[in-house]
């Protein structure tokens, strides 16, 4: 669904997302009672406590960034400096202050490990990076945006579905980074990757997700009947064998390889969230008390590919590695 325009976005859905914060830690009292009372009748530890709790987090951390910006927003003379170096940093503080917060209430409640295979964060330094990741969920996505800033001192670029807008502290803050919200795919979305992968600097971090979206059993095998439809019968086969991953889309891999040729190249895969899209979701796994893996490989400028042809098989080659890295975690439980 397209989000509402911008002064709906930013005239109602953000005030209202204040006033509902407000509305329920006035009743805090009422609804954690409930909870405790309910709590005995449902199956898993406490989980309308643990969700009560979770919900509570989310909405305080929305409201106070929101809050944060509009001041910001002032004190960039309404808006005239926000896009200086200094609110730009300033920015990127509070979006790693959220994604620190929000991770450390997730893993105490939600009972989660995290484990992350690698080159140490210090070998990244001072070097600009495309980062191409597996798509396997929200979970897993924010664990990755919140790596990237918190324990790689990354200034991300991402490429966003437009409906993300939704969500009135994301929209408003990503629309003041370098960031694109988009719609549909083609050559448009190849010209905004490009745009948006230009110039990195040192402690940028350019981030693409080569599935287009999150894994699903019928994306798969859409994705592989649509390689079909181009004729591209050889990497339809290859998709097949992959079981974990949908299969890549190379245009936007490409596109910022070319828009950004001096730059390492980091492969993401990770396992642990991957069935987890929905809050029904997230409700029925409570507590989650399961061990989240990550793996990174990084390539350095001058081992990637540099014609396109190349830069496919090699991607190609890559999720082929990715695909079997989640089929050993999960043989290792």
């Not at 406490?46 to 969700?51: N, S």
């Not at 991770?103 to 484990?115: F, N, S, T």
């Not at 945006?145 to 918190?150: C, F």
């Not at 693409?208 to 050889?234: K, Q, V």
Request: charged letters at 25%; glycine letters at 6%.
């Amino acid at each position: 669904m397209r989000p509402p325009p911008r002064w709906a976005r930013r005239g109602l859905l953000a005030p209202a997302i204040v006033l509902l914060t407000v509305a329920v830690l006035v009743t805090l009292p009422g609804w954690l009672v409930l909870a405790a009372a309910v709590s005995p009748l449902l199956p898993g530890k406490f989980r309308p406590l643990r969700v009560l709790w979770v919900v509570v987090v989310a909405l305080v951390l929305e409201s106070t960034v929101l809050v944060v910006l509009y001041w910001y927003w002032v004190l960039s003379g309404f808006g005239a400096a926000l896009r200086t170096p200094f609110f730009q940093r300033r920015h990127y503080q509070l979006v790693g202050w959220y994604l620190g917060v929000l991770y450390r209430e997730a893993v105490r409640v939600l009972r989660l490990r995290i484990e992350i295979e690698g080159p140490h964060p210090d070998e990244y330094l001072n070097r600009p990076l495309v980062v191409c990741s597996r798509h396997a969920g929200p979970g897993d996505s924010f664990m990755l945006v919140h790596a990237l800033v918190n324990w790689y001192a990354r200034e991300p670029r991402i490429v966003l579905a437009e409906k993300l807008q939704w969500d009135p502290a994301l929209d408003v803050v990503l629309n003041r980074l370098p960031n694109r919200f988009i719609r549909g795919g083609g050559a448009v979305l190849q010209r905004r990757i490009a745009e948006l992968a230009n110039a990195l600097d040192h402690d940028d971090a350019f981030l693409i997700f080569p599935e287009g979206g999150n894994f699903t059993e019928r994306r798969r095998l859409a994705a592989i009947e649509r390689l079909r439809r181009r004729g591209m019968e050889d990497m339809a086969r290859r998709s097949e064998a992959m079981r974990n991953v949908l299969a890549p889309r190379p245009g936007g891999l490409t596109a910022a390889l070319a828009a950004a040729p001096e730059a390492d190249v980091v492969w993401v895969a990770h396992s642990g969230l991957d069935q987890l899209y929905t809050l029904a979701d997230v409700w029925w796994a409570l507590p989650l008390d399961q061990t989240v893996r990550m793996r990174w490989w990084r390539v350095p400028v001058d081992e990637v590919p540099r014609t396109e042809d190349e830069q496919v098989e090699w991607l190609y080659q890559w999720w082929e590695r990715i695909d079997g890295w989640i089929d050993d975690v999960r043989r290792a439980g």
